[in-house]
């Protein structure tokens, strides 16, 4: 056993890929609590299918998919924000155009460019073992940007997610907030797309949320408790996927969805003061 | 006693003249309204009657086809001390079930004030807890809204606005559905705020029964001004705000 653990840890790949892993569990969540407050839990989705054009464009011209990926996902998530805001599309019309164009796109690109099969999988799925230091530097330095954000923001941004009718009256600069988090959260995206994927992005952004508002009795401690369950969920997921020659990205979201049913079952079974003082 | 903000005879909330609507059909005309410091206006009206677009039109959230608002004695896309105005929005209620405390819920309405950039000073938190503590909130303060009364959480916002320390009060329907002792602390926590701070009133409501003492002005809207006095005026055409609390609403429903 212990053998087995030592040859599978032994992987050069594996402290970068565990430690990108923890990074994006911690503050995708962070990111993704407003975002739920905002009733926009899959603009992550959305906003990772228009990334996946950039990528197939990135292949095609060959430039670092990530810098095309980057600016295709914070295009299209300013873009679906302002066309939500000016109420000119349905929040979840805009985010069905927006879904099946980036993907569409992002096939025709990857074809035309002759990488549709293995150079799209580690966008799509992640593949955290295969990341240069470079790259897990960027996720770090993304994640410290979003913390940075988040936490001068929060009180704003948390009065404008809540209600949003209200903030404009008061004169909140509801606008630019709502650009701000979707440039957040395009850049979140991206910097999660070689460690758990465009696909699976979105799970990280609104699993540990979900189960943190309903162990938590305050905003404040639903996005701390929030990136705590990511994190967990990743360090768990990334071990147990690399113990067991799994998926690590899947693993990560197959665990942070175990923690949900977990919660939710015992939120149900046991008396709510009991749940409320472990939170 | 601090200097007043604005010069008593100038209107806190001004409008002429105002004509409004969606599409080609005005569903107000020609009204005209105006609020003064320390005034407490009832605005009443039987359901279409026009009462949600003609708060949209003066507070800024939409144009009219025709006339002029006045916000502070400012366009309202030209008034930028918000937070001089605070509003209760017509059944208010979070966009989701992440919890939230009444405290987090309070403190964004102090936001405006102190510049939305700018820390939370002493004086933020002291308004904030007088805020919650006006609303008879004080024990429940860190408790979050899904966890209270329909009453509390109407409260809850009733408070945000106050956060403020606002001159002129906006309430759109704020009672409807709330319990007796929500409403008699809603009524005491608006007569504060009017005699303490010298802050004007407009309240939109079917339900008057519970501040019909303390109203200084009632507009009767349907389309246009249909009445604009006091409301022993009103009394006296034969509908009484305090003694029938059901008086209103059938009177006001008679005039559709």
Redesign the interface.
């Known amino acids: 056993m212990i053998a087995v653990l030592a040859s599978a840890l032994a992987d050069p790949g594996f402290p970068r890929a565990l430690l990108a892993c923890v990074a994006v569990g911690a503050f995708a969540p962070t990111i993704g609590a407003f975002l739920v407050q905002k009733r926009l839990s899959l603009i992550g989705d959305g906003v990772g299918h228009v990334a996946f054009a950039g990528v197939g464009l990135g292949l095609l011209v060959d430039v670092w998919p990530v810098w095309t990926a980057l600016a295709f996902a914070v295009t299209g998530a300013v873009a679906l924000e302002l066309l939500r805001a000016k109420r000119r599309v349905a929040g979840d019309l805009a985010l069905a155009l927006f879904f099946y164009a980036g993907i569409a796109l992002g096939v025709v690109f990857a074809a035309k460019a002759g990488d549709l099969d293995l150079e799209t999988l580690p966008y799509l799925f992640g593949d955290p073992l295969q990341m240069s230091t470079g790259a897990l530097a960027a996720v770090l330095v993304v994640g410290v940007i979003v913390a940075v954000g988040i936490w001068s923001l929060r009180r704003v941004l948390f009065a404008v997610v809540s209600d949003e009718g209200w903030a404009r009256v008061e004169g909140l600069p509801v606008d630019t907030l709502g650009v701000a988090l979707a440039g957040l959260t395009a850049a979140v995206i991206v910097a999660g797309m070689k460690v758990v994927g465009l696909l699976l992005m979105a799970a990280m952004m609104v699993l540990p949320v979900a189960s943190a508002q309903l162990l938590a009795r305050s905003f404040r401690k639903t996005v701390w408790l929030a990136a705590v369950i990511g994190a967990a969920s990743a360090f768990v997921g990334a071990l147990v996927g690399q113990l067991f020659s799994l998926s690590i990205s899947g693993t990560i979201v197959l665990v942070a969805a175990a923690v949900f049913a977990v919660v939710s079952l015992a939120r149900r079974s046991l008396p709510a003061a009991i749940v409320r003082s472990a939170a | 006693m601090a200097e007043p903000r604005v010069a008593v005879d100038t209107p806190l909330l001004s409008a002429e003249g105002i004509w409004a609507g969606y599409g080609r059909e005005p569903v107000i005309e020609d009204v005209s309204i105006a609020i003064r410091p320390g005034e407490f206006v009832a605005l009443v009206g039987p359901n279409g009657s026009g009462k949600s677009t003609l708060l949209h039109v003066l507070?800024?959230?939409m144009d009219a086809s025709a006339g002029t608002v006045r916000l502070f004695g400012e366009a309202p896309d030209r008034f930028?001390a918000?937070?001089r105005?605070g509003?209760v929005?017509q059944r208010?209620s979070?966009?989701?079930?992440?919890?939230?405390?009444v405290r987090?819920?309070v403190?964004?309405?102090r936001?405006?004030q102190r510049g939305?950039?700018r820390r939370?000073s002493g004086a933020d938190v002291a308004a904030i807890d007088h805020a919650i503590g006006s609303v008879g909130l004080a024990e429940v303060a860190?408790?979050?809204l899904n966890?209270l009364s329909v009453g509390q959480q109407q409260r809850a916002f009733i408070a945000?606005a106050f956060a403020s320390e606002p001159d002129l009060l906006v309430l759109d329907e704020p009672i409807a559905g709330v319990d007796r002792a929500s409403q008699r602390r809603f009524r005491e926590s608006l007569v504060h705020l009017q005699r303490e701070h010298g802050a004007g009133v407009l309240l939109v409501s079917h339900e008057l029964s519970a501040v019909a003492d303390v109203i200084d002005r009632v507009i009767v809207l349907k389309r246009r001004v249909l009445f604009d006095g006091s409301p022993s005026e009103l009394a006296s055409s034969g509908v009484s705000l305090g003694i029938h609390e059901d008086d209103l609403p059938l009177w006001l429903e008679g005039l559709r």
């Open positions: 507070l800024g959230s930028h918000r937070w105005l509003f929005p208010p979070l966009e989701s079930e992440v919890p939230a405390t987090e819920i403190s964004s309405g936001l405006r939305w950039w939370q860190d408790l979050p966890e945000r």
